[in-house]
């Protein structure tokens, strides 16, 4: 953690200064910020054009791009729930019904529930052993509503 | 002493390995059993994850699926002996449906500790990266394309003539891209092979690299692949120390060095250009060929561009000779394809098998048909831009230009089962759907015509204008088919009519009444 404001010029730039020179270019860099701040703060796309010396356009449009980079704190857990065609195959659409009834919740891109996030992510390479889900990183398989409690609740 | 392997694949902890492997651990303490745990990479048997072995003077003897409740009685059944137990399948390399397998780029995955340099060497390897150090970089590449190696990422474009394209070409830099953005649903294989076997992705990098005149490689891997991104890390900085990265290649005076680049979350980054824009910080938009890669890549340089799986075979390729290689296979498409079995299916996993395998020994001999024991109704082979077959016809031979000639492809491999319960006009559906999500934008078929897709088979399934809605959509299939940058859009419509030509029934239905 940087012992700046997080989207200051000055937190940009140290997190930054760790960059090795081959990947101070803008995707690496927004990476890089938000493993320091766990997201992208306002302030930080001016910071990173100036630093990189490129247009605030080209950063907003890498930022705005992919579906990793968030510009909001992340709450203390995150459930991506995969929903491709494998994890279809094996009931995906119950797991959903079963935590919309339980967590009052219709998952779609980045819903809250509490300090719990339901993220629809298009698989995880699980397709064996689905539906899958990742909790916070760790990958569970087979999943159903009882094996998310337990995996929801670890995370916390 | 007692050796116990329990796999660290991802797909196995995702199942309870990691559980297993500490419940193991303190029951043996509390026997005070010396045994060493050694976590492997996955057999690719994963209905029977998590699947612990066990090291006996006859072999390795295989239990599963194992669960925490198994360890107790398992040890008291003589597990350390290899003794009988429900959970027992015997000695492991017997278990048919792994020893029917002609295992090339699969060979080491679970049976050794991935990142073990002793094990990877005992076991052949470096021995490719060796020989090609020997040999004048022409002839390497010709090794290649003798072997009659395809990218198997799905395009099945012979990898020697890629080869030699960038070995021709003259430039300051030239770089070596694997492309790990395995994002097709159904297809794992790259997941498993960098997670249980890194060091012959490693190994056919560097020998690309040396044929080619790169010296420096990227691997691309996406971020929903933390355990893989984690192992390639280690590996690198163990073939480093050991000298077979980096400024001196097993002495030979030349250079090779990789980094692992991680994703970012977007689908269409697996198409090569795509992949090469995200490598070079910016949005991932694919850029129109031509310029090739092979020419212009990465930052405008020479590069060659490879999948995993394709990269992963060519240590076995200069070891054991092209011919070997080449002996493998079905009229044009030589060697052997990783068939991943996924969805509804009672036996999935990893199946190698030399191209020309049909479609029906794969689902039904390997897999087992239905998980659930229902009636098979569609197969989808190829991922999310493949099509669906109908479950009654499965006698096609699985080789590029065989599931071509059906209507089909094969792209990385990925076979999905579903059965009767399956509505594909949801299926077609979804193929849209996903398609207006990962697409990036720049050519209008594919950002427009995703969405438009959406919307023309939501009509058509509420019963408005049905005709001149099927109409409609087949003519935007067109346009998207013919009209589109990238296999992105332009491939969205092969699931969609496939469903519709052979399903035509689940877009006739009844409109279900909508509650007031």
């Not at chain 1, 000055?10 to 910020?33: G, M, N, T, Y």
């Not at chain 2, 989808?380 to 080789?399: E, F, K, R, S, W």
Request: hydrophobic share 45%.
């Amino acid at each position: 953690m940087s012992a700046y404001a997080p989207g200051s010029a000055e937190a940009v730039r140290s997190v930054l200064s760790a960059l090795p020179a081959d990947e101070r270019l803008i995707l690496p860099a927004l990476q890089r910020l938000q493993e320091s701040f766990g997201y992208i703060p306002d302030g930080a796309v001016d910071a990173v054009a100036d630093e990189l010396n490129v247009s605030r356009a080209e950063v907003v449009g890498v930022l705005t791009y992919y579906h990793d980079l968030r510009q909001t704190p992340p709450p203390a857990v995150v459930v991506q729930v995969c929903v491709a065609e494998a994890c279809q195959a094996q009931g995906v659409r119950e797991l959903l019904r079963g935590i919309e009834g339980e967590y009052a919740v219709a998952v779609g891109k980045r819903t809250v529930a509490g300090d719990v996030e339901f993220d629809k992510v298009y698989c995880l390479g699980n397709c064996a052993l689905g539906p899958a889900v990742m909790v916070n990183g760790h990958l569970v398989g087979r999943c159903d509503t009882r094996r998310l409690r337990t995996a929801i609740e670890a995370a916390r | 002493m007692t050796r116990i392997y329990v796999p660290r694949d991802s797909a196995a902890v995702s199942v309870g390995a990691d559980d297993v492997a500490r419940m193991l651990e303190e029951a043996l303490a509390a026997r005070g059993a010396s045994v060493e745990i050694v976590r492997n990479g996955s057999r690719g048997m994963l209905w029977l994850e998590p699947f612990i072995e066990v090291e006996t003077p006859n072999g390795r003897v295989g239990y599963g699926p194992v669960t925490v409740e198994d360890v107790g009685p398992l040890l008291d059944a003589g597990l350390l002996d290899g003794g009988a137990h429900a959970l027992c399948h015997g000695p492991v390399d017997q278990i048919p449906w792994l020893a029917s397998q002609q295992r090339v780029s699969f060979a080491r995955v679970g049976v050794h500790d991935p990142l073990d340099l002793d094990d990877y060497r005992a076991s052949g390897g470096l021995r490719g990266l060796q020989r090609a150090l020997t040999m004048p970089d022409d002839e390497i590449c010709a090794d290649v394309l003798a072997s009659g190696l395809r990218g198997r990422g799905g395009a099945g474009f012979p990898a020697g003539i890629k080869w030699r394209t960038v070995m021709e070409a003259e430039a300051d830099q030239k770089y070596v891209c694997c492309n790990a953005d395995e994002g097709d649903s159904g297809t794992f294989a790259d997941r498993m092979l960098m997670e249980g076997g890194p060091f012959a992705l490693l190994e056919g990098m560097a020998i690309a690299g040396i044929a080619a005149g790169a010296t420096k490689g990227l691997i691309y891997v996406r971020s929903e692949y933390p355990a893989a991104i984690r192992t390639l890390r280690t590996a690198i900085d163990i073939a480093r120390v050991d000298g077979w990265l980096g400024d001196d290649v097993l002495g030979s005076g030349r250079a090779f060095d990789l980094r692992v680049v991680e994703a970012a979350g977007s689908y269409v980054c697996g198409e090569e250009t795509a992949m090469l824009e995200s490598l070079e910080g910016k949005r991932g938009m694919v850029r129109p060929k031509p310029p090739i890669p092979a020419l212009q890549g990465l930052f405008g340089k020479p590069t060659l561009v490879h999948n995993v799986l394709t990269l992963s075979a060519v240590p076995a390729i200069l070891a054991d000779g092209a011919a070997a290689y080449q002996a493998l296979g079905f009229d044009r498409s030589r060697g052997t394809q990783v068939f991943q079995l996924a969805g509804n299916i009672a036996r999935g996993g990893i199946v190698e098998l030399a191209f020309g395998v049909t479609l029906r020994e794969l689902v039904l001999d390997y897999g087992g048909g239905t998980a659930n024991g229902r009636p098979l109704r569609a197969v989808q082979v190829g991922g999310p831009l493949g099509a669906y077959l109908p479950g009654d016809t499965l006698d096609i031979p699985m080789d590029y230009e065989a599931l071509a000639a059906a209507g089909g492809l094969l792209g990385h491999g990925g076979i999905v089962v579903f059965d009767d319960t399956v509505d594909m006009a949801a299926q077609a559906r979804f193929a849209m759907e996903f398609c207006a999500v990962e697409s990036c934008g720049k050519c209008t078929p594919c950002r427009i015509g995703s969405t438009r897709g959406v919307e023309v088979i939501d009509r058509i399934t509420a019963g408005i204008d049905r005709d001149r809605n099927l109409v409609l959509l087949e003519e935007l299939c067109e346009t998207m088919t013919d009209g589109s940058l990238c296999a992105m859009g332009g491939l969205t419509p092969l699931p969609v009519r496939s469903a519709l030509a052979h399903f035509p029934e689940d877009f006739h239905r009844a409109p279900e009444a909508t509650e007031p």
